[in-house]
């Protein structure tokens, strides 16, 4: 079953907007990461945010972290085609648990 | 450092054939996970294995299974093929070892059963 839900399943902005996707939740998580996929290929690490975090930054990404609604937000800025792909959210309960994907977010980017 | 290598990239197999999947982890990690990708139920996590132990389990039938050799390399097995394990395949490495930490994937093994 899945474990994060992210909405909305699909997201069509123009070049350089930005784009926000958002990822929740129903169990207590230890950290939650954020994945992209190009076109069915391998998932791509972009960032992880534990669950004493609230806001984490690498880049043009910015997480954050809303442990009492269960729910994490995704912000790309300045958005370019190359971040078209899929975004998955995934969260862990510790060390020795499995990672737990959600469905994923289809971002497109038009140039 | 090389990535996370998987072979074969393709694979085509009728109903009731077995299929073996290879994953190489980067250079040093020792953990290696096994996900199933399917558009419908999406990525379920099938095992993970550290120092050719299997750690964790995912809710899979016992068709599929998997192992772990001494140079971390790690294989899964899927036996008496259904059309429904049509998929595609990533393995994922980290180090340190566990799913709370960042995971390498690779690019994955297309499984087409017919």
């Given at each position: 079953?899945?474990?994060g839900?992210?909405?909305?399943?699909?997201l069509?902005?123009?070049?350089?907007e930005?784009?926000?996707?958002?990822?929740?939740?129903?169990t207590?998580i230890?950290?939650?990461?954020?994945?992209?996929?190009?076109?069915?290929?391998?998932?791509?690490?972009?960032?992880?945010i534990?669950?004493?975090?609230?806001?984490?930054?690498?880049?043009?990404?910015r997480v954050?972290l809303?442990?009492?609604k269960?729910?994490?937000?995704?912000?790309?800025?300045?958005?370019?085609a190359?971040?078209?792909?899929?975004?998955?959210?995934?969260?862990?309960?510790?060390?020795?648990s499995?990672?737990?994907f959600?469905?994923?977010?289809?971002?497109?980017?038009?140039? | 450092?090389?990535?996370?290598?998987?072979?074969?990239?393709?694979?085509?197999?009728?109903?009731?054939?077995?299929?073996?999947?290879?994953?190489?982890?980067?250079?040093?990690?020792?953990?290696?996970?096994?996900?199933?990708?399917?558009?419908?139920?999406?990525?379920?996590?099938?095992?993970?294995?550290?120092?050719?132990?299997?750690?964790?389990?995912?809710?899979?039938p016992?068709?599929?299974?998997?192992?772990?050799f001494?140079?971390?390399?790690?294989?899964?097995?899927?036996?008496?093929?259904e059309?429904?394990?049509?998929?595609?395949?990533?393995?994922?490495?980290?180090?340190?070892?566990?799913?709370?930490?960042?995971?390498?994937?690779?690019?994955?093994?297309?499984?087409?059963v017919?």
């Open positions: 079953s899945q474990q839900e992210e909405d909305p399943q699909a069509s902005i123009q070049e350089g930005n784009a926000t996707m958002n990822c929740s939740y129903k207590s230890n950290n939650l990461q954020w994945y992209r996929q190009n076109s069915g290929r391998g998932l791509v690490h972009l960032i992880l534990r669950s004493n975090e609230r806001e984490k930054h690498s880049g043009r990404l954050t809303d442990t009492s269960k729910s994490s937000s995704l912000l790309i800025t300045a958005s370019r190359a971040d078209t792909a899929s975004y998955f959210c995934a969260t862990d309960k510790g060390a020795n499995k990672l737990t959600g469905k994923g977010i289809t971002l497109s980017v038009r140039p | 450092k090389a990535g996370v290598t998987q072979t074969p990239r393709y694979l085509i197999k009728t109903r009731g054939q077995q299929v073996t999947l290879s994953c190489s982890p980067i250079s040093g990690h020792r953990s290696v996970s096994w996900y199933q990708q399917t558009p419908g139920q999406g990525l379920q996590f099938l095992f993970e294995y550290f120092s050719e132990t299997q750690r964790n389990k995912g809710n899979f016992g068709r599929f299974s998997g192992r772990q001494s140079n971390s390399r790690s294989e899964m097995n899927v036996s008496t093929l059309l429904g394990d049509s998929a595609l395949y990533l393995c994922a490495s980290s180090s340190p070892p566990g799913h709370s930490y960042e995971q390498y994937f690779g690019p994955g093994t297309r499984l087409t017919t």
